[in-house]
């Protein structure tokens, strides 16, 4: 079974500042997708940044990257020049790829991220 | 693009009573739709992944007979809730994927949520 852990549970950082968020995860597959997802107040679930895990190259999406460690098994985000908005709760997800078509979502605990003005 | 709705957001109903939450991916086809609960301030928990005219599979734990699902066309999943009782209270979340036309998935796109109350 895939585990996804998120060590940090709380974090707060000043508005502006640079913050990142780790993740760690076990599997022995070889194919899969990793995701951060973002839960602001309002509960909706939104998709931050995606990684395939075949790819070298780590993902960036404005001023959120990943630094994606396939041996170590770490996929931490980075969020640059954080903005108030940015306050949410985060979620570290896997994905294991297959033909099958019914992949599922690993979720780790979440971190919860607050900007400071 | 890849918008995902629930109806409603939020519904209280008495104990005993059964209730329907509708998932839509209002702008692609989704042939496989995911069922999640969520209790507060924790993380999603898995509850089924539904596929377009089959069954759904559900998660160990997880009481098909109470948690009915159909997904009877390629943009709608719904989520029957039987025999509602208050341990049922919590926020339930779909999600649809957007299939590669190559075979491999791609991203789950989430709805808003449904906030369940059952006095």
């Known amino acids: 079974a895939q585990t996804v852990t998120q060590s940090q549970p709380e974090m707060s950082v000043q508005e502006a500042e640079t913050v990142t968020l780790s993740c760690t995860y076990d599997?022995?597959?070889?194919?899969?997708?990793l995701f951060w997802y973002k839960q602001p107040p309002s509960r909706q679930m939104i998709l931050v940044i995606r990684?395939?895990?075949?790819?070298?190259q780590n993902a960036t999406e404005n001023r959120f990257s990943v630094n994606f460690q396939k041996a170590a098994k770490s996929f931490s985000l980075k969020i640059s020049d954080s903005q108030l908005g940015d306050t949410a709760m985060y979620f570290c997800a896997f994905m294991i790829l297959s033909n099958f078509g019914n992949e599922k979502l690993t979720f780790g605990t979440g971190t919860r991220l607050t900007i400071i003005p | 693009g890849a918008v995902v709705s629930q109806h409603p957001s939020w519904v209280i109903c008495k104990s005993g009573t059964s209730v329907k939450i509708e998932c839509r991916s209002l702008d692609f086809q989704a042939t496989t739709m995911f069922w999640y609960r969520q209790f507060p301030k924790q993380s999603l928990m898995l509850m089924a992944t539904s596929n377009e005219g089959s069954k759904a599979t559900y998660e160990q734990g997880v009481e098909k007979d109470k948690f009915l699902i159909n997904h009877a066309s390629l943009t709608l999943s719904t989520l029957t809730v039987t025999s509602a009782h208050p341990e049922d209270s919590s926020f339930y979340i779909c999600?649809?994927?957007?299939?590669?036309?190559?075979?491999?998935?791609?991203?789950?796109?989430f709805g808003p949520g449904t906030r369940l109350t059952v006095l």
């Open positions: 990684q395939e895990a075949y790819k070298q």
């Open positions: 999600s649809a994927r957007v299939a590669r036309t190559s075979g491999f998935t791609d991203t789950q796109y």
């Open positions: 599997t022995s597959e070889n194919n899969y997708y």
